[in-house]
T-cell receptor, first 113, second 117 residues
Framework: EAQVTQNPRYLITVTGKKLTVTCSQNMNHEYMSWYRQDPGLGLRQIYYSMNVEVTDKGDVPEGYKVSRKEKRNFPLILESPSPNQTSLYFC????????????FGSGTRLTVV | AQSVTQPDIHITVSEGASLELRCNYSYGATPYLFWYVQSPGQGLQLLLKYFSGDTLVQGIKGFEAEFKRSQSSFNLRKPSVHWSDAAEYFCAVGRPRISGNTGKLIFGQGTTLQVKP
């Protein structure tokens, strides 16, 4: 089954404790992206990657890092999480930049206390 | 700046009634337009999209949307709502495939649909 898999689904952590949210897709998609969803704000792009080793900032990249060492994986790294990063995070992939045939993961609900 | 506005945060309709969810966008040219649905605890699922051509587009689950350039709108409609349609709906725009396109979707704030029995 074609899918984007995120882990974990739920995570509660403390301020400053580094964490990684994993994202993996099995569709050989070139383009991958991370969004965060906050009430009243919709979804906002954090980072995106057009291909392996090619990543760039989206609209809200502060406090986040990403890497794209393999085509299928696009982890989101929070080096020092803060409470304002409490949010619902979605990973998405599409065949190519501008294709917009996105497949979204099921989301990761992160709480930073 | 590019933006998407969904004026209705929350809408309640009776099962069997018709539905219209509003979406207005601000963009320099005609963007690509999308409607997504998010059921509780789920990711986003694409309902329909508009790139060009016929301004009335059909999607999955009986939904349709009409692009009106003069009003910068892309409203979502369904003639008869089912209880299973209760979810959050997002309108989104994307930049057409030209140089410099980052592939980003700009989302509206979302409209939560409640369906009364």
């Amino acid at each position: 089954e074609a899918q984007v898999t995120q882990n974990p689904r739920y995570l509660i952590t403390v301020t400053g404790k580094k964490l990684t949210v994993t994202c993996s897709q099995n569709m050989n998609h070139e383009y991958m992206s991370w969004y965060r969803q906050d009430p009243g704000l919709g979804l906002r792009q954090i980072y995106y990657s057009m291909n392996v080793e090619v990543t760039d900032k989206g609209d809200v990249p502060e406090g986040y890092k990403v890497s794209r060492k393999e085509k299928r994986n696009f982890p989101l790294i929070l080096e020092s999480p803060s409470p304002n990063q409490t949010s619902l995070y979605f990973c998405a992939s599409s065949p190519a930049r501008g294709n917009y045939g996105y497949t979204f993961g099921s989301g990761t609900r992160l709480t930073v206390v | 700046a590019q933006s998407v506005t969904q004026p209705d945060i929350h809408i309640t309709v009776s099962e069997g009634a018709s539905l219209e969810l509003r979406c207005n966008y601000s963009y320099g040219a005609t963007p690509y337009l999308f409607w997504y649905v998010q059921s509780p605890g789920q990711g986003l699922q694409l309902l329909l999209k508009y790139f060009s051509g016929d301004t009335l587009v059909q999607g999955i689950k009986g939904f349709e949307a009409e692009f009106k350039r003069s009003q910068s709108s892309f409203n979502l409609r369904k003639p008869s709502v089912h209880w299973s349609d209760a979810a959050e709906y997002f309108c989104a725009v994307g930049r057409p495939r030209i140089s410099g396109n980052t592939g980003k979707l700009i989302f509206g704030q979302g409209t939560t649909l409640q369906v009364k029995p």
